[in-house]
C-alpha cells in the first residue's frame, strides 16, 4: 500500500485505499451530488465504467453514505439555531444509551455530538423561533431525567458552514 493512500476504514474489519480519482470523485460529489456519472467521467478524464465502480465501492465500504439536498432553514420557517450544551446526572452505559435514544428521537435535534470537557453532549437545534425553543426546552428537554445541567446558546449568524471533508 502506498504511503500517500488515504485508509477508510469500514467497521474495524475493512480498509479501502482511496487513490487520487477516488478523492476527485469525492469532491466533485460534495460539490454537487446530482452530477451524473457521465458528467463525473469527463471531469476525471476517466470513462463510465470505472468512475460507476468505484463511487459503488466507496458506497458500499460506506465512505459515502447518503446523497442530500442542502436546505436553507431560514427559507422554511426554520430561523432559529440553538447549540445546547448538556451533562447527564449518570454516566454509566445504560444511562447514556436511554439519553441516546431519547435525544436523537427528536426531529429538531439536526446533531447530537458526545464531546469532553465540562459538558457531556452539544446538541445542534433547529426551530421556528424562541417561542419554539421554549416548547421543546420544556416539553422535550425537561422531560428527559438524567440530564443534570443544560446551557444554551443562540446562534447570531452562521459565518461558515459546510458539508465537505478536508482531505
Do not use: W
Not at 51 to 75: C, F
Not at 81 to 93: D, F, P, R
Not at 116 to 123: A, P, R, Y
Amino acid at each position: 500500500m502506498n504511503p500517500g493512500n488515504n485508509i477508510i476504514k469500514k467497521d474495524t474489519a475493512t480498509e479501502i485505499a482511496l487513490d487520487e480519482k477516488d478523492i476527485a470523485i469525492l469532491q466533485l460529489l460534495e460539490e454537487d451530488a446530482k452530477m451524473t456519472i457521465r458528467d463525473l467521467a469527463a471531469r476525471l478524464n476517466l470513462s463510465a465504467t470505472p468512475v460507476y465502480e468505484r463511487i459503488r465501492k466507496m458506497e458500499q465500504a460506506g465512505v459515502i453514505r447518503q446523497y442530500a439536498a442542502i436546505v436553507d432553514p431560514s427559507k422554511i420557517d426554520k430561523g432559529l439555531t440553538v447549540l445546547c450544551y448538556i451533562s447527564l446526572k449518570e454516566h454509566g452505559k445504560k444511562a447514556g444509551s436511554k439519553f441516546i435514544k431519547e435525544i436523537t428521537s427528536f426531529p429538531e435535534v439536526l446533531e447530537c455530538l458526545n464531546i469532553s470537557g465540562q459538558f457531556d453532549f452539544m446538541l445542534k437545534v433547529q426551530v421556528k423561533d424562541m417561542i419554539a425553543y421554549h416548547d421543546f426546552n420544556v416539553n422535550k428537554l425537561g422531560e428527559l431525567d438524567n440530564i443534570g445541567h443544560m446551557e444554551s446558546v443562540f446562534v447570531m449568524s452562521v459565518i461558515k458552514a459546510t458539508h465537505r471533508v478536508v482531505y
